[in-house]
């Protein structure tokens, strides 16, 4: 022992303190390892320095290191030997001893010491194996660095220390195996929990392997030459668990016998070692080389034979602690090589159980592809993929880069290339075999595939496993039943993973299949074990048993990728089960279920005794040359138990027969595989003909409890989740099958299907009765209001289900829930499945002969009684159906009765939250009610913000299918994406469902969408729905979807599409409405079931017949749908060749024991890739948001709830999208709107100032103009859905930049030439101005010296001034006013002088009281509200329009009266209204303009008048005639309003031209300046005086011009009223008008609209700055930037005298005239100052500058605190000769559309006139607000328009016209333009009117609210406060 130690010592390196590697010797004689030495030097302070890290002897220069081969090879030897197993802490002392490197720091000592570790021992282990330093060093620690230095713990006290120190988790020590943190716990994708070391270096992976082969060298070691080695090693590996030992409470005695006997068996063992080493170094190498063979070989029965080896030991006493210590070694070992297994695949992290099913079917970049493994990390993601589509190759899978057949063809090559010329004996000889194996590249092995599935399953959590575990019983592959734990020695019964695996069989008497939960179905089970190892494999014959189509269920040797080496299925029972499918060539009539028994059944005593337990049969194989004690043991256990045994020798052929009936020996030996399986097979029919044992899974759980084995189900969640689950169930139980729904759902059933049915009807009125619409609509409304109270009576408080229920998914866990949803559905599924069945097989047999008595022809009344079976028999099914789905329904529809009943629960409120949670976390949520085929909208919606308020906003890729019942639509989608919808024959899926799939981040970019929405949907034709529904249930199904989706998979089963006609047809139909409506949802057709791999080259011509098929139905369904399109490929994108895929069938074979096919699942990859892509390949494709999506829903539903959903459809995405344009439009043209009128401002001004006559558009307007135009381009690029807008928009923006261009220049030119007329005028008011001056001069003159008083001086100014005038109006030319009064009359009695009596009706009517209001008096529009007495006898005209406002019912109205005359005029009156609101517009206009009244003037009202009637004659919407006496007694009201305007616009003129008035304005500014002169002021003096009169005029009239503008900017952006749309407008008006309910003025509204809204926006920017502080603010702002520009312009005229001054050679004085030139050239643009008003003054001499400049800046001072004092109190009022007001800048600004509906008269609420599209407002009115009566009745008609296009009433248009309102448009152009939908709002704030202003509605139309016209009663209930609230819910919503 001592020379062993010694050699030990002498071969330890004395920095690492292992066994030398390429040792090396230094000068002082010390050994090292080559990269410990110089790791060492490098990590001294002083790297100049070089010594020995031993005797510390220090070298001047770097030594030179020699190799010291001897070492080396002993060194390999002890590496080999069984001596270096002993743990580290057996050389505890020398370790301690050892020098400690001084690269370790103190700190680290001491950090090392305080965690409670030794840093003696663990400091050197720590630097060498992980590198650790200093503390920084330990930041970079974590699991991977534990599981390295894990080997060195010597006590279970260091794990904790060791964690805290390496920055873990102590639980990682406790459970001795790797955990996630939170973060790893929330990895949002298996791909990204699995990709943390891609980029691991070659020469790494290298060095790791060979760390891995010398760790399996060290364990296996030696041993198999020698039996005491294994006893060595077993008896080193109790010295290094003494402590546990301790705990198991070993005798002290023992332990010392046990250590003895090691020490002395170890240096026995050494000893020899030692001499072999001395003996020979090619024995040596030998050996060496025959180690790593054999240890090879050994690597995968190292167990087999450690416990052959410990039967062999003598020793008996020890033997069973031998053999445990082997098992904990080999479990060590196994532990070590699964977490290396992990970390190759990447996934170490999600162990255990931490990889979710929400993280598996997240698509990725990677989950688009379907390509073979590059790298290990591939594996799972590829495995999941696979196995989600069903594709049974997913076991083949291995790395392309372990067998890449190209690498080993060219090695080879590599080989022969070099080889020597080799014998035949030499070729055959096993030495020349391994000398090339040797010298070729090592291939390395492979993950075997059930080492993958195992891995997977083991980091799968409960229900991701339950997932796997389905998907692998579809593919017919056998499941794991006990899983033993590669860490523990603990063994799993995943009993909760088999819950979702149904089995299926078919009974040969019945002929019926009968499914049920795997768990449940009481069947036989047949074991199969193997005792020792075996050629023959007991899966393969398993195989060959179960399934004659060589589908191996169970995986063996001779599957692509077995080997050896497999670690994880030791152990392991898997279980498949047959299922007969009903035929004769059946292998087992019933149900067996087969277990599978992995490795030597003698390692797996638990394992066989629980299989012995539960087996009805049990099959061993085996070999009587490798059965031992325990084998026989074992088999004696079998054989005396009762049940049937069978043995299969491997080593025999033929065997006597038995002496025992159930006991029976088969040799399988050279034997033919047809005949064993068929011996086989008879003998297990035969004994499980005599067995009757039988068990189901739930059953075994009781017998793996009663074994110590883990059961999943025994888990605390599982537990509270099946408790809270039972807990439901029991109170179900309570009531009856049929009666639970009933009982409780009460909010489903009949009174669910007729409140569906009344709010379907609410969209669909009827004719019932002798009934208005509104009067029917509010019946309707008022039923259903009463089924909800009913229904809210029964439902609340809630029921002790729901209670529970809702209890539950509110308070419990995450985890809890879904345990809790998974038992219900099991428990619901047990309590309906019998009873469903059973119910559904009596009603296809009673279909079944219905169908036959029809072929038959029999008698109806039988056929009848069979129908009306039927009914009973489906309704029975219905009542006996109760699923999660009906309770979750439940769910929604407490929602919904809440929201109407106004229930305040606290419990109800988070419903929506928990639907969320539930589609977020994988579940499907119904988005059509199935049995209702209704659409819970409120609910929905309420969901869909709960799930956006959790993911955000995100976009949706919405993904619908259609197709036939039981055509393989949810199958599909649940291949495609891993999902869970209901598949089944026949009608699984009811309604739509709709779930969601996350999309990486990672290409969200590029796909363009966040998420994809999938919707599953019921099939078409279904055979349930026959005889209760018709094609507009599949119409509104088809419908529904695709309009909902961005792409619709079209599923056909088969491949001929003459066979689907009929959907074709409803599909085409159903894009086509899409096309109508402006939406373009995509689609792809797939034929599955089709029998040819190549089916896609083949069927060509199947192609070209479907395309004709489409363009035919197109064709079809465009008839129906009233539009000319011929192709289908004009109603959407479609390429026959791309987007049509052929499946080929789902099943390899016949079911129900055939697999699926794996073409199936390639198609299905393909077809997933291109769906995925679809959204970047089309750009069309508008991807919707939550938001949007939710309102598409809306949409798209209540359209289908209408009859005619093309025509009423309404986008609310698109209004919402274009009321955000026409803010947008209004902020445009606003921009340039103001824009040019600052522009006009300034060209006015230089005009005025100049004699400029040149008029263009600035650069400013075109620079504004560009840069908006910029501005809308970049809008409509941003958002795809406003491009169909775009143009009209453009245009619109040119028409309008155009016109204010226009209009610009016309002001401008009329000013030009009102100005040149007025040149003669203003030359002889300068002369008299100038004559005046000269007189006052010399006056004054006179008057200085005498010094007179004020009075004096007024008397002598009032002397001159007579004078003056007197003189001035005889020079004066003046023309006599035109009397206007008098040419109104000359020119209507010239124009109507052929009417009788039209001098004394002008005479009379102009100088009555009738033409003394103006329009504009805030009351003028009363007078034309009713049209004067005296023209009802001058009108005549076609009732066309009288005729319209009748509608007209199919019943007959006993009503009929001869409507009197005056009701057609007032009938009549928008006609005369719309041609006085165009004259009154003229009138305005000229108001506003600076001319001279003119004869013309009339002339023009009279032409206007003229025009407007010829216009009525002409269109095809009036074809009026007229009278020749309405049109005089029109003009003649016309043009008497007209006079007063007319009279004032000329006042003003004359005010202003007239030299006389003028000067005579102008009376008290001369009087000023002649008392200036009199007083002896300079000449400076005077002009400072003059000039500062002069600007006071200007800037005042500038800032009031500027104010103007401003105010209406600022009350554009600040008054809610104005500051958006023309429709926030109009609903800000309704409110005013109904908190003043003032009758009048709603009337003015009504009638005159364009007025009104005028004056409504004067009164709001009246309000807005009635306080004074808007307007003070604006001018003292403005008064502030004319002052400075003042100032400026003052300077730079004083500087330009300046300069002129220095230029001069004389000290002459300059005149004024050259300083006020250039002071009026600098404010041209801004100020209104003409060099001409200056002529008087202007030859004033300037002396001193300074002073010049001192006495201009007091006069600008004093002129602006004049003028700050006048605009302190101003008011918009006193606002006088400005350009434009503020309203009537905001009128224009606002005026958009003023059309009118042809029904209700209301406004088209479109801010842009001239729009694209209808024209169409939110909300109508009641038609009787416009007058209009039933036919031949005195009664008011309160229908509204949105009502009335519902029902299927008529209206007449004449007496011989009648239209149905549903066809409302083809009544004429003015119906045609309008978009009325059906709508199902209250309108409160109509019928409040109506109610409120009965009698005066009644007074003005002369008619009743009577009859057919009768008031609803439900509208009395209204309140004012109703009213308003509506108005401000509008406001909100803007809708």
């Known amino acids: 022992m001592a020379s062993a130690l010694c050699m030990k010592d002498q071969l330890t390196c004395r920095v690492c303190l292992e066994l030398l590697e390429d040792p090396v010797d230094l000068p002082c004689g010390h050994t090292y390892c080559m990269k410990c030495i110089l790791k060492y030097w490098s990590h001294l302070d002083n790297t100049e320095v070089h010594d020995c890290p031993h005797c510390k002897n220090i070298f001047q220069c770097k030594p030179v290191l020699v190799n010291n081969t001897l070492f080396a090879q002993m060194a390999e030897i002890m590496r080999k030997s069984s001596f270096i197993t002993s743990s580290p802490n057996q050389d505890e002392e020398e370790v301690r001893d050892a020098p400690v490197c001084k690269k370790i720091s103190e700190a680290l000592h001491r950090k090392v010491k305080d965690v409670g570790l030794n840093p003696e021992y663990w400091m050197p282990i720590l630097n060498d194996h992980l590198g650790v330093t200093d503390l920084k060093s330990l930041e970079n620690l974590g699991r991977e660095q534990y599981c390295q230095v894990e080997g060195y713990i010597r006590e279970q006290n260091e794990r904790g220390p060791l964690c805290k120190l390496m920055n873990i988790s102590h639980e990682y020590a406790k459970s001795e195996m790797p955990q996630n943190n939170r973060e790893e716990r929330e990895s949002p994708t298996l791909e990204n929990a699995t990709r943390e070391k891609n980029n691991e270096s070659e020469e790494g992976s290298m060095e790791e392997k060979k760390t891995l082969r010398t760790l399996e060298y060290i364990e296996t070691g030696k041993q198999r030459e020698n039996g005491e080695n294994l006893m060595v090693s077993l008896d080193s590996k109790n010295v290094e668990n003494q402590d546990q030992a301790r705990t198991k409470n070993l005798s002290k005695k023992e332990e010392i016998c046990n250590k003895e006997q090691s020490n002395s068996k170890a240096e026995e063992f050494n000893n020899n070692n030692i001499n072999k080493t001395e003996t020979s170094i090619q024995e040596v190498l030998g050996g060496e080389k025959q180690c790593e063979r054999e240890v090879s070989e050994s690597k995968n029965n190292n167990t087999e034979i450690q416990t052959e080896q410990i039967n062999d030991t003598s020793n008996t006493e020890n033997r069973k602690e031998i053999k445990e210590a082997a098992e904990r070694d080999n479990r060590e070992k196994k532990k070590k090589d699964f977490f290396l297994l992990l970390e190759k695949m990447h996934i170490v992290n999600l162990y255990p159980k931490l990889m979710e099913k929400i993280q598996v079917i997240v698509i990725s970049k990677t989950s688009k592809s379907n390509t073979q493994p590059e790298n290990e990390d591939d594996l799972p993601r590829l495995y999941l993929q696979k196995l989600i589509m069903m594709d049974y190759r997913m076991r083949n899978l291995i790395c392309d880069k372990i067998y890449d057949n190209q690498i080993i063809f060219k090695e080879l090559q ?34 075997h595939p059930m080492d993958l599935q195992m891995a997977l399953l083991h980091c799968a959590d409960d229900f991701l496993r339950q997932y796997l575990y389905s998907k692998l019983a579809l593919c017919q592959y056998a499941v794991p039943f006990l899983i033993p734990s590669p860490c523990t020695t603990e063994i799993e019964l995943p009993l909760w993973a088999f819950h979702q695996i149904n089995s299926s069989c078919k009974s040969q008497e019945t002929k019926t299949y009968k499914v049920f939960p795997a768990v449940q179905v009481e069947t036989q089970i047949v074991s199969f074990i193997r005792l020792g190892n075996s050629l023959v494999s007991k899966s393969k014959i398993m195989n060959m048993v179960l399934n004659r189509q060589r589908h191996s ?8 990728g077995s080997t050896r080496g497999c670690l994880l299925m030791d152990g392991v029972v898997e279980m498949s089960w047959y299922n007969p499918g009903g035929k004769e060539d059946d292998i087992f009539e019933d149900c067996i279920a087969f277990t599978n ?77 047809a005949e064993l399986t068929d011996e086989l097979v008879s003998v297990l029919r035969s004994f499980l003909s005599q067995s009757k044992k039988t068990f189901h899974l739930e059953s075994c759980s009781d017998i793996a409890l009663r074994h110590g084995f883990l059961v999943d189900e025994e888990s605390k969640n599982c537990k509270e989740g099946k408790a809270l689950a039972d807990k439901l169930a029991k109170c179900l139980k309570k ?51 009463k089924i909800r109270e009913d229904q809210l009576k029964r439902a609340f408080p809630l029921n002790e289900l729901m209670t529970s229920l809702i209890k539950i998914l509110s308070s419990q866990s995450q985890q809890t829930k879904q345990y809790f949803l998974q038992w219900l559905m099991v428990f619901l599924d047990d309590m309906s499945r019998d009873a469903v069945s059973e119910l559904q097989l009596r009603y296809h047999e009673k279909l079944s002969e219905l169908l036959k008595k029809q072929k038959n022809e029999e008698s109806e009344q039988r056929k009848d009684k069979l129908q009306s079976d039927l009914d009973t028999l489906s309704s029975q099914i219905t009542d006996s159906s109760l699923g999660l789905e009906h309770i979750l329904r439940e769910m929604g529809q407490i929602f919904e009765a809440s929201k109407t009943g106004r229930v305040n629960d606290s419990y109800i409120s988070s419903l929506p939250k928990i639907a969320a949670e539930l589609i977020m976390s994988g579940h499907p949520l119904e988005l059509m009610d199935g049995d209702a085929v209704y659409v819970p909208v409120t609910w929905i919606s309420s969901v869909l913000d709960e799930v956006k308020e959790t993911l955000g906003d995100v976009r949706l890729f919405v993904l619908s299918v259609l197709g036939l019942q039981s055509s393989g639509k949810s199958t599909l989608l649940n291949a495609m994406f891993g999902l869970q919808f209901a598949v089944s024959a026949g009608r699984c899926t009811k309604g739509a469902f709709m779930q969601l799939i996350k999309i ?5 970019d590029e796909v363009k969408y966040n998420y994809i929405l999938v919707v599953d949907t019921e099939g078409l034709r279904a055979t349930e729905l026959s005889n209760k529904t018709t094609l507009a249930h599949d119409n509104e199904l088809a419908t529904f979807v695709i309009g909902l989706g961005n792409l619709t998979i079209i599923n056909i089963f088969g491949e001929n599409p003459s066979e689907i006609q009929d959907i074709l047809q409803i599909v085409v139909q159903a894009f086509l409405r899409m096309k109508k409506v402006k939406l373009s949802p995509s689609c792809v057709f797939v034929h599955q079931n089709v029998g040819d791999t190549v089916a896609r080259e083949k069927n060509t011509d199947a192609r070209r017949v479907l395309q004709q098929n489409l363009d035919r139905m197109t064709r079809v369904a465009a008839e129906e749908e009233e539009c000319n399109i011929k192709y289908f490929n004009d109603v959407i994108r479609f390429d026959v060749n791309d987007q049509t895929y052929y499946f080929v069938h789902l099943w390899e074979g016949n079911p129900p024991m055939a697999p699926p096919n794996p073409s199936y699942s390639q198609n299905v990859q393909d077809l997933k890739n291109d769906i995925v892509n679809a959204a970047k390949q089309d750009p069309t494709c508008n991807i919707l948001k939550i938001s949007q999506f939710k309102i598409r829903v809306k949409d798209l539903w209540k359209s289908l709830l209408t009859e005619n959903f093309v025509f009423n459809f309404k986008n609310s995405l698109e209004i919402a999208a274009y009321r955000k344009l026409e803010e947008k439009y209004l902020d445009w043209t606003w921009t340039l709107r103001s824009k040019i009128y600052e522009v006009q401002n300034k060209t006015i001004n230089k005009i005025k100032n100049t004699s400029n006559t040149q008029v263009s558009i600035s650069m400013e307007v075109e620079e504004t103009y560009t840069k908006v135009k910029e501005e809308i381009g970049k809008y409509f690029a941003d958002d795809e859905k406003l491009i169909q807008w775009k143009s009209n928009i453009e245009t619109r923006f040119d028409v309008l930049k155009n016109d204010l261009s226009t209009e610009m220049k016309k002001t401008c030119e009329e000013l030009i030439k009102a100005k ?212 005089f007694e029109l003009s003649l009201q016309l043009c008497a309003i007209a006079i007063e305007p007319f009279t004032e616009m000329q006042k003003r003129f004359w005010e202003k031209n007239d030299p006389v008035l003028y000067l005579k304005s102008k009376r008290d500014s001369y009087y000023k300046m002649f008392k200036t002169l009199c007083h002896g002021l300079t000449s400076v003096n005077i002009f400072s005086e003059y000039l500062g009169s002069k600007l006071k005029t200007a800037i005042h009239q500038a800032v009031c011009d500027q104010v103007c503008i401003d105010v209406a900017n600022i009350v554009r952006q600040n008054h809610p009223p104005l500051k958006e749309s023309k429709i926030k407008l109009e609903y800000h008006l309704l409110k005013e008008l109904a908190e003043k309910e003032d009758f009048e003025k709603f009337c003015n509204y009504i009638e005159f609209p364009k007025i009104f809204f005028k004056k409504y926006i004067s009164s709001c920017v009246d309000n807005y700055c009635k306080d004074n502080k808007t307007l003070k603010t604006i001018s003292s702002q403005r008064l502030k930037e004319f002052e400075s520009l003042v100032s400026k312009a003052a300077s730079s005229a004083t500087k330009a005298i300046e300069k002129v001054i220095k230029a001069q050679q004389d000290n002459r004085k300059m005149k004024v005239k050259v300083w006020l030139d250039k002071f009026c050239k600098e404010l041209e643009d801004s100020l209104v100052l003409p060099g001409s008003d200056f002529r008087h003054v202007e030859h004033l001499e300037i002396g001193d500058l300074n002073f010049l400049q001192d006495s201009m800046s007091k006069a600008v001072a004093q002129v602006m605190r004049e003028l700050n004092k006048s605009f302190d109190c101003i008011s918009l009022t006193e606002l006088t000769n400005v350009k434009e007001l503020p309203h009537d800048i905001l009128s224009k600004h606002l005026s958009g559309c003023w059309v009118q509906c042809p029904f209700c008269a209301a406004i088209c609420t479109n801010s842009i006139e001239g729009h694209d599209g209808d024209h169409s407002v939110p909300f109508h009115r009641p038609i009787a607000v416009n007058g209009w009566r039933f036919y031949k009745t005195e009664y008011l008609c309160v229908d509204i328009c949105t009502s009335s296009v519902a029902s299927d009433r008529f209206f007449r248009v004449s007496d011989t016209e009648i239209f149905p309102y549903k066809e409302y448009r083809k009544a004429g152009p003015q119906y045609a333009c309008w978009n009325i939908v059906p709508d199902e709002s209250e309108l409160k704030y109509w019928k409040w009117f109506v109610c409120n202003f009965q009698v005066q509605l009644e007074e003005k139309y002369k008619k009743k609210f009577d009859g057919l016209g009768k008031i609803p009663t439900a509208w009395k209930e209204i309140k004012k406060e109703d009213a308003l609230g509506e108005t401000e819910k509008l406001l909100l919503t803007g809708s």
């Open 414 to 447: 590599s080989q022969r290339e070099t080889e020597t010329q080799l014998t035949l004996d030499d070729f055959l000889s096993d030495t020349t075999s391994e000398d090339l194996t040797e010298t070729g590249t090592p291939y390395p092995e492979h993950i």
């Open 553 to 560: 269920i169970f995986f063996n040797k001779d599957c692509r």
């Open 597 to 673: 028994l992995h490795g030597d059944a003698r390692n797996y005593d638990r394992q066989v005794s629980f299989l012995n337990d539960i087996s009805a049969v049990n099959v061993v194989l085996l070999s009587d040359s490798d059965l031992n004690e325990d084998g026989k043991a074992i088999l004696k256990g079998y054989f005396e138990s009762p049940q049937p045994l069978i043995c299969l020798h491997t080593d025999k052929e033929a065997i006597q027969a038995n002496k025992s009936g159930i006991k029976l020996r088969i040799g399988v030996k050279n034997r033919n595989e």
């Open 735 to 785: 009531r009856k099958l049929l009666e639970r729904k009933e009982a409780f759902l009460p909010l489903q059933g009949h009174m669910w299907h007729k409140w569906c049915q009344k709010d379907k009807e609410l969209y669909r009125l009827k004719q019932k009765g002798n009934k208005s619409i509104e009067q029917y609509r509010s019946d309707i409304e008022t039923e259903k209001k």
């Open 1000 to 1004: 990486a981040e990672e290409i969200r």
């Open 1316 to 1527: 040149t007329s007025r040149q003669k005028v203003d030359e002889n008011r300068f002369r008299h101005e100038e004559k005046l001056m000269e007189q006052s001069k010399e006056l004054a003159e006179k008057l200085r010296t005498t010094n007179p008083t004020e009075d004096e001086l007024r008397e002598e100014f009032e002397k001159l001034w007579i004078e003056w005038e007197k003189e001035a109006s005889r020079d004066c030319i003046r023309q006599d006013k035109i009397n206007i009064v008098k040419d109104v009359q000359d020119i209507l009695y010239e124009k109507f002088k052929a009417m009788p009596n039209a001098p004394d009706k002008i005479q009379t009517y102009l100088t009555s009281d009738q033409s003394a209001t103006f329009h504009s008096n805030p009351d003028s529009t009363k007078k034309f509200s009713i049209i004067p007495s005296f023209l009802q006898t001058v009108i005549s005209f076609i009732p066309l329009r009288r005729k319209t406002k009748q509608p007209s019912y199919k019943v007959k109205c006993t009503l009929e009266t001869i409507p009197k005359l005056s009701d057609q005029y007032i009938e009549f009156q928008p006609i005369t209204n719309k041609i006085a609101e165009t004259v009154l517009d003229y009138i305005d206009k000229k108001k506003k303009e600076e001319n001279d009244y003119n004869s013309a003037h009339i002339h023009e009202i009279l032409k206007l008048v003229s025009q407007k009637m010829s216009a009525y004659k002409e269109e095809e919407e009036y074809k009026l005639s007229f009278k020749q006496d309405y049109k």
